[in-house]
């Protein structure tokens, strides 16, 4: 394969492990407050419900032709032990397999995640609390060299794949281990709830390349997140958050606000039916509003990335369209707020 050549697909690469994004090398979800895992693995378990069932699906296709890439999260998280002598004390579990898929299914990234969080009450009627969070996970990322033209390839009839690339330096990316470790401190009433964390993901130095170069490294990457929820009437909620990514030299933001619209009147111990409708941004990047409804223990959600700013010149237009499914357990707080991410 020509220098050229080889430059292309390695750019190719490299903008598909970064979900068509060139600050960060984890996928980053518009709703990124309905993947609690990726954020901080002191969330396994937290909220309103005994566990949680969580889905999330991100297409982001360019539209000049540059393909597509689709990144999948399934995430399952709960309490197991709850404390005998104080009840608001336990311990929580959760597992996470995370996957992109990019370039007709030639680019596939595979990671699956295991979470162990503690959380302690500092006080009697758990208004504060505390809790810990551990984390390890296994990555691999497969590139099927079979789907992929080369300059060597290329004939009078078009490309013929059964030929060789003659490209001695390409190599599948090795697999790899990493840790993480996360804190977040919560307050909560019967009115309000905040929440504020700060996680660190990759604490070890791993190469990640598919060129057999040492210098190509997945960098560490640290979240810091906050979010609100109160009443603004007997039928609106008012919920926030944001969250900083740091990580490789850079950061991106993202912020925004929710309402939700208490659509009955339901029993105490049942939740009610809740439309939200909200409005995010993403630092230079992009205006997400966001749609979703709960009804019973079942949450959906639809965002779609409006791009402002840098996106519009980085790769071509992009479209990027994120669906998210959550399945709560039956049993929830008598007094818990609604909101879309507990």
């Not at 990726?38 to 889905?55: F, K, Q, Y």
């Not at 619209?261 to 205006?287: C, F, K």
């Not at 965002?303 to 369209?321: E, K, M, P, W």
Request: glycine share 8%.
């Amino acid at each position: 394969m020509r220098r050229k050549n080889r430059h292309i697909l390695f750019l190719t690469v490299i903008l598909v492990m970064t979900g068509i994004r060139l600050r960060a090398q984890d996928p980053i979800f518009s709703q990124f407050y309905t993947s609690p895992l990726t954020i901080n693995p002191s969330l396994a378990g937290n909220g309103e419900s005994d566990w949680r069932l969580v889905a999330n699906r991100r297409n982001q296709v360019l539209v000049d032709g540059g393909g597509s890439l689709n990144t999948t999260s399934v995430s399952l998280d709960g309490k197991l032990f709850r404390q005998k002598v104080v009840n608001t004390n336990y311990i929580a579990g959760g597992l996470q397999l995370l996957q992109d898929d990019g370039l007709g299914g030639a680019y596939k990234s595979n990671s699956i995640q295991a979470m162990l969080a503690s959380h302690v009450s500092l006080d009697e009627d758990d208004r504060n609390g505390l809790s810990l969070g551990l984390g390890a996970s296994y990555a691999n990322t497969l590139i099927n060299y079979s789907q992929l033209s080369f300059g060597q390839q290329l004939s009078a009839s078009g490309f013929n794949r059964a030929l060789p690339t003659n490209e001695p330096f390409l190599n599948n990316v090795q697999p790899y281990y990493s840790l993480a470790a996360g804190v977040t401190y919560t307050y909560t009433t019967e009115s309000q709830s905040f929440d504020i964390g700060l996680a660190s993901y990759r604490f070890m130095k791993t190469v990640r390349t598919a060129l057999s170069d040492p210098t190509q490294i997945d960098p560490p990457r640290m979240n810091l997140h906050a979010d609100y929820q109160t009443y603004l009437n007997e039928q609106t909620v008012f919920n926030t958050n944001a969250m900083v990514v740091f990580e490789n030299g850079s950061n991106t933001y993202m912020g925004g606000v929710n309402f939700g619209r208490i659509l009955d009147e339901t029993e105490s111990e049942q939740p009610p039916t809740v439309l939200n409708m909200g409005l995010w941004y993403r630092n230079n990047e992009a205006v997400i509003p966001y749609l979703g409804m709960m009804y019973k223990n079942l949450q959906i959600g639809l965002t779609y990335d409006v791009n402002v700013g840098s996106a519009n010149y980085a790769v071509g237009t992009l479209r990027t369209f994120e669906f998210s499914l959550i399945i709560r357990s039956p049993k929830r707080r008598e007094h818990g707020i609604p909101c879309p991410w507990k």
